[in-house]
Structures are given as structure tokens and as C-alpha cells.
């Protein structure tokens, strides 16, 4: 595994990056870029276990919530990988990896700072596909934020 990291400056407060993150429409359509069809099944709550499934393909990684402070920090462990939409094991290519999001504001700007491990074969991908994902945040949280103030 091989850890990188993204970040991004938004306008808009981490509160609204945080709902941006991780509300269930706002989520998928940021997400499908980096897997498509991917969307969220669980409760985002420490010690859950929340999965990580693309409609598409039907894979994705079951991962520990080990730590959350809701709209400023939260760290996935990837605990295994799946297939079948979440429902049986598949290779441990993700398995034991971390995945990290951490907001910062800052009169009125977020900076969003993503840290993840992925596989060497995927880096590459993800060098292309999260920094993609970011913008597409910062557009749906600057975007709403405007839609809220008018």
C-alpha cells in the first residue's frame, strides 16, 4: 500500500464540507468519480462499521469508523474487501489500510485534507480521479452555499 494525500481550499464553513461529505446524495455523485456508482450503507457513528459499495461493480471495502469528530475529522480502517454489493469477502487488496478526512476553516475557508492508502496498482488512478473528486466537492458545498445566502 502506498499512502497518499489530497487537499483543497473551499469557501464555504466545515460544517457545510462535512454535510457535502457524507450526506447520501452529495456523497454519491462526488464518489462516482473516483468509483462509479458508489455509494454509503451504514451509520456514520465511531466503532460502526459503515461499507463502501459500487452499485456498478458490486465491490467495495467494510470499514471501522475508528475515529470521528463530526465536521472536523474522521479516520477509516479498511477492515475487508467485498463483493456481491457488500455481501461476501473478496482479495485483501484494500484490507488494513486507512482512509482519513480532516477540515480546517479558516475565516470562512475550508481546506479538506484527504489521506488514504491504496494499493500500487491503483495509484495512478487515484492520482487522477481524487483531486477530480475534491473540485466536484468544492463545487456541490460552494455551490450550495451560495444557493442558502441569496
Known sequence: MKKIQFSIEINAAKARVWETLWEDITFRDWANIIDEGTYMKGVMKEGNEIQFISSVSGYGVTDLVEKLNPNEFVLFRHGADTKESGQQEREKEWTGGTESYSLTEKNGVTTLIV???????????????????????????????????K
Open 115 to 149: 489521506k488514504t492508502d491504496v494499493p500500487k496498482e491503483q495509484e495512478e488512478t487515484f492520482n487522477i480521479r481524487f483531486p477530480r473528486a475534491l473540485k466536484r466537492i468544492k463545487t456541490l458545498a460552494e455551490k450550495i452555499k451560495s444557493n442558502t445566502n
